[in-house]
């Protein structure tokens, strides 16, 4: 089989692994420090420790983001039975109108509504 067709024929994922080369500069105490990391079998050579750097830095920056959508998102709200109570009230509601809308029964679905919210908060509770 011809290199190209065999490269056609693998799954997107392993075509995802190409790599392309970066070229860095760096002080003689950072290279040290890079080719120690390397020597202690960390790592495999300078590469694999530059991505990894890498990937810890991208996955901080999503951290980051999370915990100011958290803070963006608005106050706290206390997780008492009054809350889920209201919580499951406003489930039902909700699914009662889009029973209504589909002409289902509104008052089974609202009752099932009702149990998968209970179910859910079980869940999420353990």
């Not at 693998?10 to 003689?28: A, H």
């Not at 105490?29 to 080719?35: G, H, I, P, R, T």
């Not at 120690?36 to 750097?53: F, H, I, K």
């Not at 206390?78 to 809350?83: D, F, L, M, Q, V």
């Amino acid at each position: 089989m011809a290199r190209g067709r065999l490269w056609q024929s693998l799954p997107s994922w392993v075509k995802v692994l190409q790599m392309t080369t970066m070229n860095i500069s760096l002080p003689d105490e950072m290279k040290a420090f890079v080719d120690a990391q390397v020597a202690d079998s960390r790592y495999g050579n300078a590469s694999e420790y530059m991505r990894d750097l890498i990937r810890r830095d991208l996955a901080r920056e999503q951290f980051r983001a999370a915990i100011l959508a958290g803070l963006e998102s608005g106050p706290a709200v206390e997780w008492t039975p009054a809350y889920f109570k209201g919580l499951r009230a406003e489930i039902a509601h909700a699914e009662a109108l889009n029973a209504k809308a589909a002409g289902a029964p509104a008052e089974r679905n609202a009752r099932t509504a009702s149990a998968k919210t209970v179910k859910a908060v079980k869940r999420k509770a353990t």
